[in-house]
């Protein structure tokens, strides 16, 4: 979570001229009051957030339960206010959505989709994404259609929303049988009133491109179409990316474009176009993070990236990382090899991708039985 990928993705961004001019202006980031952040997380779970951030706070029993002071929470100083300014960015880019300023708005340092309401958890604090939500069930009675497509389970969104049939919650994530949290199954739909209106796609390990992109294509559009979003949250990690250190998938920048090419078709036929995006996981800080986010990013204004990466930023990043960097926003084909086993993994998603819609799509469209 090396806050320098963010540095470098905006660097990059502006350096192709694709943001930062009066369409596309780079906005301050809001403030989260405390208000905003009890509306998921527990009053108890603020207190130990904020005894953490105390100068020579160390993990102690009490804030370790929490999941405070752990190694994928650590424990740092101003813990708390850095949590809090990225709920402000996020919730700044859905007040510029929900509010018409803007069709669009990405908040970068967002996406921390693991925090639990009342646990620290894969190094998230606050879920500045069910914060936001909130926010806009409350300031609009908005239907919001969440969509996770980083490579771990979109567990802490999940919980939050479990038993709301106002906000469906859908995650595409390497299967939790591989990869933490070790949630994210197919069975897991809802409780209560949200039964079905929460959707899991644990992917096989390895899954490239083509399987990613058919379980999605197959998937988001139909449920857009039945449960008609006023908004789309979109949560864009890019750690299914081949070259990402934690995860096992293998995909390439190109995947995330057209990812997020589906969805702003789903938001133009269903919402007037709204996604407020943010980031999420993405561990390869120097090779991968700012050329997938650029991506990310011009496909959500709807134009299309130049492939070139200027090449004054690429050696001073190259000089930075200490390594040859790829030279082009997209990857070739030929970073993935070819791995065995790969038609018998696509022949698994496809049949998840089935067997998740005989299970929700009944229960949204208020069919009853059918497919
Ligand atoms: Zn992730």
Known sequence: ???????LTVSLIRALGLAGDARRPILSPGRASDRDLLR????????AVRRASRRGAVADPGLLHYGLGTDDVPIVEEMHAAARAIVGATLRAAEVVMEGEAVRAYSLAGGLHHAMPDRASGF????DLAVAIRWIQRHYGARVMYIDYDAHHGDGVQRVFYDDPDVLTVSFHESGLYLFPATGFIEELGEGEGYGYSANVPLEAHTGDDSFLAAFEALVPELASAFQPDVIMLQTGCDAHVWDPLTHLRCTTGLFEKLVRVVGAVADEHCGGRIIATGGGGYAVYDVV????????????GGEAPDEIPPAWLASVQAEAGQALPATLRDSAGIVAPTPGQPERDVVNDRTVRSLRRKVMPIITGWGLGF
């Open 1 to 7: 979570m090396d806050p320098r990928r963010l540095e």
């Open 40 to 47: 998921v997380h527990s009053d108890e779970y603020l207190v």
């Open 124 to 127: 998230c604090v606050y879920n």
């Open 290 to 301: 700012p050329r997938a986010w650029t991506l990310t990013w011009a496909a959500l204004c």
